[in-house]
């Protein structure tokens, strides 16, 4: 898998990612400490708000800005919105209202919202070969997995020794570093698309999706990653602390064991692909989560004590595995359906329809979840993702003669 590190474009490319990701990990930390510093009590509203503004800016704005910047040469796209993105942390720490918070959110997240499927957009153009490219996939779920690992329990660390607004400077450091290697890349000849009406350019990625069976079934299965997802980032504080009565340092053991099945697929994934087609490795993954997740509702609801405890540790741990079953090879699928030419507003479509369904999945998960408790709220995502299966299955029907 490290093989693929030896390509120079694709290598400074991954470190820029791998160090804007560290950077945006601290920059979460911080801003929680801000919001109770400016709003106390209130702190989780601000906090709740934000979150709400960046999935509204990750839905409405990818297509927008993929649209409007489709005939503008990537390599700027992605040092812009890198400079845009340490502007917005240089301003945080002098922020005074809430506001204030919400209008820089919306602009840090509108740049992320640029620049991610952009980059997505750029590698499989720098890695043409399919083997490579799939290798490039393990590592940016890795990275994605271990970010979310490493990055609280560093910003941790400096905290001790630090105050948080010094947090905010990491951040900027880390967005600073990505533009210079971006900068630093030597991107390949990318065709630009002939100039066409905007309304063409904002409803091309979706009408690819539309067009091919096999990105409309991953529109179905992003709904299923979007229901135990859901369920994972937002209600696993509550079933640890609430439900289970357990300390605060076994939260982050659940989430590290969903991760650390996340990471053993995402390692598993360019062999086993080398062996079969990308369709029974998703579809099993879409099939096994909402069974595992109504597993989990059984284990809540009627196991009690430290086998609970262990059961379910096992069940984040395959609900980690079978998330990246689906997250880790799409983007072979979006390769597949996509061109040159369209190829950036096909991954800015899948950016902005993934993260639909997350916006509606999360707070389904932590307003409903908190009115009818865990397991009712898990027999309804289980029920919605099983739809979402389903409806995948049937739209995804093998060839006659599938051939690798």
């Not at 906090?47 to 800016?57: P, Q």
């Not at 070969?129 to 490039?136: H, I, V």
Request: with cysteine; glycine share 6%; proline share 6%.
């Amino acid at each position: 898998m490290i093989s693929v590190l030896r390509n120079p474009t694709y290598a400074k490319l991954f470190s820029a990612q791998i160090i804007a990701l560290m950077g945006t990990g601290l920059l979460t930390v911080a801003l929680g400490l801000l919001a109770f510093d400016i709003a106390a009590g209130d702190a989780g509203v601000v906090m709740g708000v934000a979150m709400s503004i960046k999935m509204i800016a990750y839905v409405a704005v990818a297509p927008i800005t993929t649209a409007l910047l489709a005939r503008l040469p990537r390599k700027p796209v992605l040092i812009g919105a890198d400079l845009i993105r340490a502007a917005v942390a240089v301003s945080l720490p002098f922020v005074t209202e809430a506001w204030q918070i919400y209008l820089l959110i919306f602009l840090l997240q509108s740049a992320s919202a640029t620049f991610t499927p952009t980059f997505q957009a750029v590698t499989p153009s720098v890695l043409p070969d399919e083997n490579d490219y799939t290798r490039a996939l393990s590592l940016s779920r890795l990275a994605y997995d271990l970010e979310s690992l490493v990055s609280p329990m560093l910003a941790a660390a400096l905290l001790t020794l630090i105050s948080y607004h010094n947090l905010f400077v990491g951040t900027v450091i880390g967005f600073l570093a990505s533009t210079a290697l971006v900068a630093a890349a030597r991107f390949p000849r990318i065709d630009t698309p002939p100039p066409t009406r905007f309304l063409d350019r904002l409803t091309r990625g979706v009408r690819a999706f539309w067009a091919n069976r096999e990105l409309r079934s991953l529109m179905a299965l992003n709904l299923v990653v979007a229901t135990t997802t859901a369920m994972v980032i937002v209600n696993t504080v509550v079933l640890v602390q609430g439900d289970l009565g357990r300390p605060q340092p076994d939260v982050a053991l659940m989430l590290a064991a969903y991760g650390a099945g996340s990471m053993i697929i995402a390692l598993s994934v360019p062999k086993l692909l080398e062996r079969v087609s990308d369709r029974p490795v998703m579809l099993t993954g879409g099939i096994a989560l909402p069974v595992l997740l109504l597993t989990a509702v059984g284990v809540i609801a009627w196991m009690y004590g430290m086998s609970q405890w262990i059961a379910l540790l096992f069940l984040w741990a395959l609900l980690g595995a079978a998330t990246s079953s689906v997250l880790t090879p799409s983007p072979r699928l979006l390769r597949r359906g996509s061109s040159e030419r369209n190829r950036a507003a096909v991954f800015a479509a899948q950016f902005s329809l993934s993260h639909a369904c997350f916006l509606a999945t999360y707070p389904l998960a932590g307003v409903l979840g908190a009115t009818i408790g865990l397991p009712a709220i898990g027999l309804v995502l289980a029920t919605i993702g099983a739809t979402g299966a389903v409806l995948a299955v049937l739209t995804w029907r093998p060839p006659v003669r599938e051939s690798r």
